[in-house]
């Protein structure tokens, strides 16, 4: 990959990008930029506000790849428009940089799929920052049917209006995610199985898998077996680029962070919200109000 081009409206630092990175092809109009080079992939690090706007005209523009920062959007319709032009494109999106981007997910996939763990069961993931760090998303394979959530608390003084209570996500398949508060320690991600668990924190030891097992005298249990590589190592920028790339080259259907699961889990959260704010109450899934979003207290 090689960095040709980069755009800010602010000249003192667009100026500094270039020194650093040896760039003389500098904008002030992104616009401007898509026209004139012929970009393969397109980095947005803008604030949220921008992100939208710019992905749609990137692909107008023929760019093939593109990243976000995180959180990707504000509203439901901002998600709905850079989502959909990028579908209709063929254009990978990835939805910022998270832990669900680094390999050792796929690899919690691919054992899903080959019957490690048996039937999923149930899948139980933290809050808060769900759409912005959404990892149980990528275990759901269906379109999200409904949501139940409570104890959600009012715009916190830093800014967030993010979801801060409990709830259970079903999916049109049967998948149930439950999610609980942060104030249980330790397990972002818990896939529980007909045969066996496993449970990820980027804290500790990252991944552990857990097989339902026959001793010799017979006595069927549940013990702890090693995590085949590549086990979690980082969060880091590098691996969003290398989904992104796999989806470009046709080797992945999408990338692991896409923007349309970062979609779907913006839509749960508000959907939680919503549900909350009536007791708790059953909240069918698309929602119809698209101007409905979040506001954040970080990476705004």
Not at 27 to 45: F, H, N, W
Not at 253 to 266: F, I, Q, T
Request: hydrophobic share 40%.
């Amino acid at each position: 990959v090689d960095l040709v081009a980069g755009a800010d409206r602010d000249e003192k630092r667009l100026a500094m990008f270039g020194e650093r990175y040896g760039i003389k092809a500098l904008y002030t109009d992104a616009l401007e930029m898509y026209r004139k080079e012929k970009l393969d992939i397109l980095a947005i690090a803008t604030n949220t506000k921008g992100r939208s706007f710019l992905t749609v005209k990137a692909v107008e523009a023929g760019i093939k790849g593109i990243f976000t920062d995180k959180p990707m959007v504000f509203t439901l319709k901002e998600a709905d428009d850079m989502v959909n032009a990028c579908a209709a494109a063929g254009v990978p999106l990835v939805g910022g940089a998270t832990t669900a981007s680094h390999p050792s997910f796929g690899k919690a996939k691919e054992l899903i799929t080959s019957g490690a763990i048996g039937k999923i069961t149930s899948i139980e993931a933290r809050v808060p920052v769900m759409a912005q760090h959404q990892d149980w998303s990528y275990f759901v394979d269906s379109e999200l049917a409904w949501v139940s959530g409570t104890g959600d608390k009012p715009r916190r003084a830093r800014g967030s209006t993010e979801f801060m209570g409990q709830g259970i996500i079903v999916a049109k398949d049967g998948t149930v995610v439950h999610l609980r508060d942060d104030k249980t320690p330790g397990i972002m991600v818990r896939i529980s199985g007909s045969k066996g668990e496993m449970v990820f924190n980027r804290f500790w030891r990252g991944w552990r898998l857990w097989q339902d097992i026959e001793t010799p005298s017979g006595i069927k249990g549940r013990a702890e077996v090693p995590w085949p590589n590549p086990q979690w190592g980082s969060m880091r920028t590098v691996w969003c680029l290398d989904d992104l790339i796999a989806s470009m080259e046709g080797r992945m259907d999408e990338p692991k962070n896409s923007g349309r699961r970062v979609l779907m889990a913006l839509e749960a959260e508000l959907g939680f919200k919503q549900s909350s704010a009536r007791g708790g109450e059953r909240v069918e899934l698309p929602l119809k109000d698209r101007s409905l979003g979040l506001t954040y207290d970080w990476f705004r």
